[in-house]
Structure formats: C-alpha cells, structure tokens
C-alpha cells in the first residue's frame, strides 16, 4: 500500500495558517517577558518585535555633520520623486496587462515568488539573499536613523522584526515629534520630514549603484569563460534518465578524453561508452550506448504553426528530415527550402519522431513552412541516449551581462529580471549569480587570478546587494502608506494643495483622500496581480 504525499496548494495555505497562528502565540508569549539581556521584548500581531537603545550613540555622532547630511539628502529628494512615479507607472501598466490578459499559473506567478524573501522566493538564492536582505535594511534603517538626528528628532530605539526570520529593521523615532498628534504639533516641517523619509530610499539607491558599478565594472572584467558542453536535456524514462543524467551537468571528459567543445566530443572514433561529468562539486561516471546525432536545438515553436500541431516544443532537437540529416541551422534551411506548402515530412529528434504538414512560408517565397526558430548564439547540439548536449556560449553570454547597463531604459529593466528571466537566449530560468553550475564554465582572470574561486564571491555579494537594495529603494518609491513613498506622497501633496488653496484644512482633507485612493489602488493592484492567474485558470491540484 503506497501512500500519496503529495501537497496541494490548499495544503500549503492550511499549514501557513498554522505556522502563523503558532507564531502568534510565541510572540504574545516573548512580549510577556518584556526585557531579555537589554533587549526590549513585543510583538506586533505575529511579528516579533525586539528593540535595543545600545546603538543610539552610534547614530548621533554619524549624523554630526549635520548640514552636509540635510544638502545631501535634499539632493536626492528629485530622484526618489523620479522612482516613485517611474515605479508607479510600471506597476500600473503591469496590473492592466494582467488584467487583459491573465497569465497562466506558473512558478513566476506563485505567491511565494511575488515576496521578495529569501528562502521563500526560490529565485533568490538562500545565503547570498539574506545577506544583501540584512545590509539592505541595516543602509534603509541606520539612514533614516542619522537623518532624524540631523534634524533635532529624538530617536527612541532601533531593532528587529521577526516573522520565522528577520523581516525587517527598525529605526523607532519619536512619532509624535515627527508626524505629531491631534493635540500636539508636529517637531518636523513638513520638508524635515520628507529628508527624512528620503533618507532610506535615497541610501538604498547610492548604495546599489555602487554596488552594480563594481559588479557589471571590474569584477565582470576579472572573470573569464571557460569551454564547457553542458547537459540541456534528458528524455522522461530514456535510458539517459534511468542511467542517472540531469540537466545542467557539464561533461568534462569521453572514454578519458577531455571534452571542451562538441567538435571534440564528436572527434571520438565511434560512440562513447563512458563520461565523466561534474554535478555540483562531485564528478560522476556515466555510461552510454548509442550513436552521436547531431541536431540543431529548436528556441520557440510559433503559435498554431506545423510544429506546434505536431507536438514539437522549444528544446526539441532536431537532426533529420524525412530521413536526411540537418546536424546545423544550414542544412536544416537547405532542406527546407526544397519543400512546399502541405507538404508532409517526418522530423527526426531527440523526442522520437514528429509529422509535420508543412504551412506557406510566410516569406511569400512558396516553400514550406515549419514554425520554429533557433538561437542565433548556439544552436548546434548533439544527442545520443535520450541525453542532449550543447556547448554553453560563455564568451557571448559574459559580453551580454557587460552590456546590459550601457543599455538604457531596457538594460535597467532586464537588469531588474534578471535573477527570474535570466538573458534570454541563454537561460531558460534566472541568473542566481556566479552560483552553482553556472560558476563551473567561468574562471578569474588579471586581477583576480591571485583569488582563485573567492572573486565569485565578491561577485554574488555586490550583486545580490546592488539588486535588492534596488528592489528595497523602488518598492518604498511607492505613494502608498505606510511605504516612504506614501508618507512622501502626503507632505508633497500638502504642500502643493497649500500653495495653491492657501488653506491648510482644505488641503488635509484633499491631500487625505488623495492618499487613501493612492494606497487602495496599489495595494489592490498587488492582490489582483498575485490572484488573477488562479481565478482566470482555476488553482489546479
């Protein structure tokens, strides 16, 4: 009798409320002691709050300089104003496309992957993440901290927030000197407390750009491709599969010769009978029985095209055609081209064979169609055993990631998706940084030769910090309270209803509602972007 493990997603919600709900008991339960070593213990619903006055001294003397500190920050007011409406706009325009067009359930849709979590988002990579997560809210929060006591506001504590894991830090400023009360005047001018609330955005955003500076500048410079042929696919229930082989492994040798190319893999007298390959840091010995085939390796399949309705999909390979062999893209269009519209052929691949009824060539040229496309920085590939293996650009891929900040608009927007679309072209899924395989098909280079593995650290350290301090800067752009931005979004507003009404009550009451419309819609926007795949297709097992 088997018994069936398998979660669903009505599981996983059922366990997180009870993870939640005994969390809550164990901070109801601390904030009960109050003080542990010099600690102040409370909690916040289920979020644990720990608070400490130890490091007070440390802000005051930082913020001494305290006209540089108020220039510096006033300086940065226009680009945390530039973040916050470029951010909102985006934000916008992605709720409205969801809204046309629902995307299907996928692991870029999940919940757990809108959060930007460490652990909990499984693109961001657990180590490296929480180390740019905690410098990210040390910079936010020690900066919002200095800026308080560069304008005359007393800072009560700073600490820690734990849901499970640290999930935020906290500078604690007196609030009635900074926002004020009903009965009592705020300490702050209202442009006081704008610098202060820039203060963690604008920190957030020095902090990235120097970060990816050094990244995408003399540390990409150090690192070098290495010559790699890399597992891209292995056929369900093969002999490849049942032998052992997984995607992303890297043949490094063939009968005890090294392999640095598909040229030299296909330089053997005969089919291979052993392999070494490295997976993770352990090399394996794999065997296999059968002939090489050379293919090309299908990119995309077009929407309704001949491949399609003959269950071809991207990652296919194919290496004949009605019997003649296409091992590159030139063989494979010279066959082509000698086909016509209807015509019906039977295509060779590393899935088995697909018969295709061929379109009109959209080109008008009267030849037959397929409806696929190609790579155009590698698409050569060979197979034998259910096992495909493809020689990994490294060299192109390296130029590409240089390339991407001298790209404009679109670099910076590539650059934010990197770590879940990767470059396209290269990766199916995210860069993680020079982690895990990925870091097998580099080496360090000038400088960094001294280093040896160590640069690859220095690397993922200034990624993972220049993105999410990126990520942090631009999520609080936004005007929605309690987010900097939205407390920015109010004081700006105030400001700009005040000059133009010259009364301070009917700019509360307008820059009030205003707010409260802002935050309504994009908090509902970030609901309906995570809900929307699952109510438009259905939540599935």
């Excluded at 969801?98 to 809108?114: F, G, L």
């Excluded at 540390?219 to 292995?234: E, F, H, N, S, Y």
């Excluded at 293919?295 to 991207?314: D, N, Q």
Aim: a negative charge.
């Amino acid at each position: 009798m088997s018994l069936n493990m398998e979660l669903t997603l009505y599981d996983w919600f059922l366990i997180a409320i009870l993870a939640l709900n005994l969390h809550w008991i164990l901070a109801k339960r601390l904030s009960r002691i109050q003080s542990l070593r010099g600690l102040s213990l409370g909690n916040w619903g289920p979020v644990i709050m720990i608070r400490t006055t130890r490091w007070l001294s440390l802000i005051d003397r930082l913020s001494r300089p305290r006209r540089l500190w108020k220039l510096s920050i006033t300086a940065g007011i226009p680009l945390v104003v530039l973040g916050m409406f470029s951010f909102l706009a985006f934000f916008l325009l992605m709720t409205f496309a969801v809204m046309r067009s629902p995307p299907e359930p996928s692991v870029y849709t999940a919940p757990r992957n809108v959060l930007l979590i460490p652990g909990i988002n499984q693109f961001i990579p657990l180590w490296w993440g929480w180390v740019a997560l905690f410098v990210t809210m040390a910079v936010h929060e020690f900066s919002h901290g200095i800026l308080c006591r560069a304008e005359g506001i007393r800072v009560k504590s700073m600490g820690i927030a734990l849901l499970a894991a640290p999930v935020a830090a906290f500078v604690e400023p007196d609030e009635e000197e900074l926002f004020g009360s009903e009965d009592k005047k705020a300490k702050a001018s209202r442009a006081a407390r704008v610098r202060i609330l820039s203060a963690g955005v604008i920190a957030n955003f020095v902090v990235a750009a120097v970060a990816l500076a050094l990244f995408f500048g003399p540390v990409i410079g150090a690192i070098a491709p290495v010559d790699r042929v890399v597992v891209v696919d292995v056929a369900p229930g093969s002999d490849a599969d049942m032998t052992g082989f997984e995607r992303q492994m890297i043949l490094l040798e063939a009968d005890g010769v090294q392999i640095g190319s598909i040229e030299d893999l296909m330089a053997e007298e005969g089919a291979p009978k052993s392999l070494s390959l490295l997976w993770g840091e352990e090399v394996v010995e794999l065997g296999v029985d059968g002939p090489l085939r050379r293919g090309v390796v299908v990119s995309y399949v077009f929407e309704g095209s001949a491949a399609e309705e003959a269950g071809m999909a991207s990652g296919i390979t194919i290496s004949e055609i009605d019997g003649v062999p296409t091992p590159d893209w030139e063989s494979f269009r010279s066959y082509m081209n000698t086909t016509r519209r209807g015509q019906t052929v039977v295509i060779g691949t590393n899935r088995g064979e697909h018969v295709a009824n061929l379109t009109a060539n959209p080109d008008g040229s009267g030849t037959g169609f397929l409806g696929v496309g190609f790579s155009e920085v590698s698409a050569n590939a060979v197979y034998l055993d259910g096992v495909t293996f493809q020689e990994f650009p490294a060299g192109p891929f390296l130029a590409a990631l240089r390339e991407m900040p001298r790209s404009g608009l679109f670099g910076m927007i590539s650059l934010m998706g990197l770590p879940f679309s990767g470059i396209p072209g290269f990766t199916e899924m995210g860069f993680p940084g020079f982690s895990g395989w990925i870091n097998q098909l580099f080496e360090p280079a000038g400088w960094a030769e001294p280093l040896g593995g160590k640069i690859f650290w220095i690397a993922n350290f200034l990624f993972w910090v220049g993105l999410i301090n990126l990520y942090a800067g631009l999520f609080n752009c936004l005007p929605a309270v309690p987010l900097d931005g939205g407390h920015i979004f109010r004081d700006l507003l105030h400001m700009g209803f005040a000059a133009v009404f010259k009364s301070e009550a009917r700019a509360e009451r307008m820059t009030r509602a205003v707010v409260a419309l802002m935050a309504w819609l994009i908090f509902s926007s970030l609901i309906f972007i995570i809900v929307a795949p699952y109510l438009a297709h259905g939540f599935g097992g």
